[in-house]
């Protein structure tokens, strides 16, 4: 499928203050797709003023949409999470071409970014205050929850919808106006979303997109860190991209929501369901071809079960399906450009001259450009680059543990705390592991864990903040303590 076939909310310029605009400078670059190469589009290369204009466009809406009860901004956010719905066919394609993930993944994908706005709609009705027994008899305490105002978005390319939806629903039935930045690599996703938010009549500038490359991307996201209007950036990416934020946003204090990367183990403990712990290691490392923050980075099994488990992974890998995403019975599409690839490749071949034992695949696909193989590999040592790095790749680095004590440590041996796994059947153990594991999501007999429903968001250098849920809501929010006084006194 084309781009031509694709329907009318596909668009290819920014949009800012409720208008289609291209760069100041009529810059652009070239959206690919990543399953052959070809060019599906171009969109503009915005910088610090086109930046600018949208935080000035943000501005404008905001007293207007701050205003606004949290019931009718709830009737906006309700009514774009159905579009999205109605469009989903069309907005899962256009998301396989630009990002590669298999159609029956994207398709799973829209009903996931549509579920955001539909939670927060109704989670912006419920911004519940506080109010406090007071300290004075002439005095009463309230506290109430506030929006920030102008806030910034930085997503990444490997959910191009979900992550788009995930920081804007919250933010916008706060009361906030958001300045959104996609990936380089996968903007078309975001427009759509954002056309989509025009046609249901989100506001002007309540919603704001702006598009830039590598080279772009720097220069927008020094013009929402410098302007005082931003009072909040929410970031998906790299932990060092993170933590330059973070640096960044010190100067006036500007509040940060970081999700950044993660190093997850999954755990198979001796008790376990064998069959649900490799279903479990199907989604949770092969999905998106390994290309997620949560992906089972690190493959923890028990050595009386080791080799029977290796050899079973090994039988439904391979059966695994490569190809472009939306031909038929394709289960895992691309990685998503020659770097990400070429990072698999290095960690691969680092593991294995320092030992590791390849069972399955290690190699590009014979599908071409930058398709790799399923592929599992056992005995993995702390010695060993692919221990440590993200993989981002359909990688199932094993290794082997003894008891529950070494398990735990190893699991925990990494500075990240983003997602961990552990497959068991034994109800003490569950909640022993479950409070031993310093993470942010732990999931116990189950390799899915993302819903709106639940705080999605790590520890230690895996990030600061929440997404989803009626915590999300808050990192959108300031609290404000209001004292009442001379109430005690008849007039």
Not at 203 to 211: D, E, M, Q, R, S
Not at 375 to 404: R, Y
Request: hydrophobic residues 45%; charged residues 20%.
């Amino acid at each position: 499928m084309t781009l031509a076939k694709l329907p009318e909310f596909l668009k290819t310029d920014c949009y800012v203050g409720g208008g289609w605009v291209s760069a100041g400078s009529d810059a652009r670059f070239d959206v690919l797709d990543p399953a052959n190469g070809e060019v599906l589009a171009s969109v503009p290369r915005m910088g610090e003023a086109d930046t600018d204009n949208a935080i000035a466009a943000a501005q404008d809406a905001y007293e207007g949409w701050s205003n606004r009860t949290a019931a009718d901004r709830a009737r906006v956010l309700n009514a774009w999470a159905a579009a999205m719905r109605e469009n989903a066919e069309e907005l899962a394609r256009l998301m396989t071409l630009e990002q590669g993930k298999p159609l029956s993944e994207a398709r799973v994908e829209v009903e996931y970014a549509a579920s955001f706005f539909s939670w927060f709609a109704e989670e912006g009705r419920r911004l519940y205050g506080d109010i406090i027994p007071p300290h004075r008899t002439d005095a009463r305490i309230l506290v109430t929850r506030n929006s920030l105002g102008v806030v910034g978005g930085i997503t990444p390319w490997n959910f191009p919808s979900a992550m788009v939806t995930r920081k804007a629903a919250p933010a916008l039935a706060a009361g906030n106006c958001m300045v959104l930045k996609p990936a380089e690599a996968t903007p078309l996703s975001a427009l759509a979303i954002a056309a989509l938010g025009e046609q249901v009549g989100v506001p002007a500038g309540v919603f704001n997109v702006v598009t830039g490359d590598r080279e772009d991307a720097p220069l927008i996201g020094k013009a929402l860190i410098d302007n005082p209007a931003v009072r909040k950036i929410g970031f998906t990416g790299s932990t060092a991209v993170g933590k330059q934020l973070m640096r960044d946003c010190a100067g006036d204090l500007t509040k940060v929501s970081l999700e950044l990367g993660g190093n997850a183990a999954f755990i198979v403990f001796d008790d376990a369901d064998i069959e649900a712990a490799l279903e479990g290691v199907q989604i949770c490392k092969f999905r998106n071809a390994g290309q997620t923050c949560i992906a089972a980075n690190r493959i923890l099994v028990q050595d009386s079960i080791h080799d029977k488990f290796v050899a079973a992974l090994c039988a439904k890998a391979s059966e695994i399906e490569i190809g472009h995403g939306l031909e038929d019975g394709v289960s895992q599409g691309p990685l998503i450009d020659t770097r990400g690839l070429e990072k698999v490749e290095r960690l691969v071949a680092d593991a294995t001259d320092k030992g590791a034992k390849l069972h399955l695949g290690g190699q590009r696909h014979a599908a071409g450009g930058t398709h790799y193989q399923p592929t599992v590999m056992t005995g993995v040592t702390p010695a060993m680059d692919i221990a440590h790095q993200e993989v981002f790749g359909p990688v199932a680095a094993i290794s082997s543990f003894k008891d529950e004590a070494e398990a735990i440590a190893m699991a925990n041996d990494t500075p990240y705390g983003l997602a961990g796994y552990f497959y068991s059947r034994d109800v003490g153990r569950i909640f022993r592991v479950a409070d031993a594991l310093k993470t942010g999501i732990v999931g116990v007999n189950t390799g899915l864990i993302s819903t709106e429903v639940a705080p999605f968001g790590g520890v230690k250098e895996s990030g600061i903040g929440r997404e989803g849920s009626k915590y999300g809501i808050e990192d959108w929010t300031e609290l404000k303590y209001i004292c009442l006084a001379g109430l005690g006194r008849a007039s």
